[in-house]
């Protein structure tokens, strides 16, 4: 994986920048929302769906040093964008596949509906449109489109921008709009071995803050979002029983087995085939020979 996002949830204030921008730049309707009597109850929508993309959730978690006895953490979620993406392997049609930049995206116009990819995420991310005819597969594909040459920037830079500052815009606008509008510097894009050293760089110049993991690491191979927190992340909702192996490695063999699997079975539906077309062929002579012995 060549490039990811790297949150730090301790720098995020839940301005929720990043949640409307994706919504903005992915064309995304809104959904009705309500607080509810959980400690989640600040979080709206309550989980990702077809048209909602990115989430900031809100935790509560006790903490005795915290003005009344709790503190608010906000974390950002969506795709993982997983170095060996669970979702891909399962496709049956690469609908879904890893981009050079480090993003899960999808093309629905090779998706035949199957929602392999849904059972498959370890995230619980993919989601399908339920309200749909024709549903197709929605989640964050960690913007493609902007990284990777948006129509409507190079046609911006190539009109009216100077050299100079086309070169600025085009280091602006190449990340994800969710990076581009974070207030406080808690979403870093760019290349993931660096992030990762920042990680590491911020986790031992001030080890009181940070809980002593960066998450998204070694999690089910890795992933291209990594994050660092104040407090566990079992407390926020991550879950930390995943293991360190790419969920694809656990699935290799079962499906390498299909293809030889497929052609045996064609093969024996076959003969199968065969032999029921050649005892008709037999009984249909036999039945005309006994029909010419008839005086």
Known sequence: ????????TTRCIGCRSCQVSCKNENKLPAEPTQLVGHPGGLTNPPQL????????QCHEIEDAEAPGGLRLVYTK?????????????????????????????YDEDKCIGCRYCVW???????????????????????????ILGDIRAQELNDTTLPAPARKRFEESYKKPACVKACTTGALTYGRHDELLEEAHRRLEA???????HVYGEEEVGGTS????????????????????????????????LVPPAVIGIGAALGGIHL??????????EEAERKLGETP
Request: net charge positive.
């Open 120 to 146: 498959a995420c370890p995230f619980g991310v993919p989601t399908a449109e339920w309200d749909s005819l024709a549903p197709r597969i929605r989640k964050c594909d960690l913007c493609s489109d902007r």
């Open 275 to 284: 032999l029921a077309r050649r005892k008709a062929a037999v009984a249909r």
């Open 206 to 212: 001030e080890p009181a803050r940070y809980h002593p």
């Open 225 to 256: 979002i990594l994050y660092l927190s104040a407090v566990p992340f079992e407390k926020l909702g991550f879950r930390t029983d995943l293991g360190t192996t790419a969920y694809p490695t656990y699935t290799a063999t079962a499906l390498g």
């Open 49 to 56: 769906s077809a048209s909602t993309h990115t989430i900031v």
């Open 77 to 105: 979620r969506q795709c993982m964008h997983c170095d060996q993406p669970a979702c891909v392997s399962a496709c049956p049609v690469t609908a879904l596949h890893k981009t050079e930049h480090g993003g899960v995206a």
């Open 1 to 8: 994986m060549d490039f990811g996002v790297l949150n730090d």
